[in-house]
């Protein structure tokens, strides 16, 4: 099975700055990746998906690249809200299996 | 909008099976290209992804708890569930039911709920 792993595992930042989440999956899976971001006690919640493409309602200081085997999810001009852990997911084949996670902290 | 609630038990004791259902309200699961999805989350750790089921009942699980898992649902009512076997302490997680359209990532979940494995 293809394994997803995401750097850093925590990302220490300050509101108004500029961060890049990265992804990779161990062989090629096109551009079938999502991005979501959770907040503890909360379920996940879908920020980008098809490598790039933003969910509606999602600010647009969240953007997405990547595709083969290398994602990344930058976030511009950071705000209070944004920190929380960040996943991405696999969905080209089953079995759809998430990266281990990026905790963004202050 | 899309809402999901999962129900069951919050205590299930040790080589017994786990048992959820989701119920869906406010949208459709039944069209094409839809699938449903359980997911799990240990305590403090990260998402871990169970199984779907298809619109048109094709299910998919993890190699990891395929022996374990039974996926099975009627589409059209709107209702999904999950039955896990023989669990152990290490399936204490809460428990996520979701929904995904086609080429899209899961854009609807619910709330989740803590199951806890103990004698």
């Known amino acids: 099975d293809i394994q997803m792993t995401q750097s850093p595992s925590t990302l220490s930042a300050s509101v108004g700055d500029r961060v890049t989440l990265t992804c990779r999956a161990s062989?090629?899976?096109?551009?079938?990746l999502a991005w979501y971001q959770q907040k503890p006690g909360r379920a996940p919640k879908l920020l980008i998906y098809?490598?790039?493409t933003l969910q509606p309602g999602v600010p647009s200081r969240f953007s997405g690249s990547g595709s083969g085997t290398e994602f990344t999810l930058t976030i511009s001009n950071l705000q209070p809200d944004d920190f929380a852990t960040y996943y991405c997911?696999?969905?080209?084949?089953?079995?759809?299996?998430f990266g281990q996670g990026t905790k963004l902290e202050i | 909008q899309l809402q999901l609630q999962e129900s069951g038990p919050g205590l299930v004791k040790p080589s017994e099976t786990l048992s959820l259902t989701c119920i869906v309200s406010?949208?459709?699961?039944?069209?094409?290209?839809?699938?449903c999805a359980w997911i799990r989350q240990s305590p403090g750790k990260g998402l871990e992804w169970i199984g779907s089921?298809?619109?048109?009942?094709?299910?998919y699980f993890n190699p990891s708890l395929k022996s374990r898992v039974a996926i099975f649902g009627d589409m059209s009512k709107t209702q999904f569930s999950l039955e896990l076997k023989s669990v152990t302490a290490a399936d204490t997680a809460v428990y996520y039911c979701?929904?995904?359209?086609?080429?899209?990532?899961?854009?609807?979940w619910g709330q989740g709920t803590l199951v806890t494995v103990s004698s």
């Open positions: 979701a929904r995904r359209v086609s080429l899209s990532g899961i854009d609807s």
């Open positions: 406010g949208g459709s699961i039944s069209s094409s290209g839809h699938s």
């Open positions: 089921i298809y619109y048109n009942g094709d299910i």
């Open positions: 062989q090629s899976i096109s551009g079938w």
């Open positions: 098809a490598a790039s």
């Open positions: 997911q696999k969905y080209n084949a089953y079995p759809f299996i």
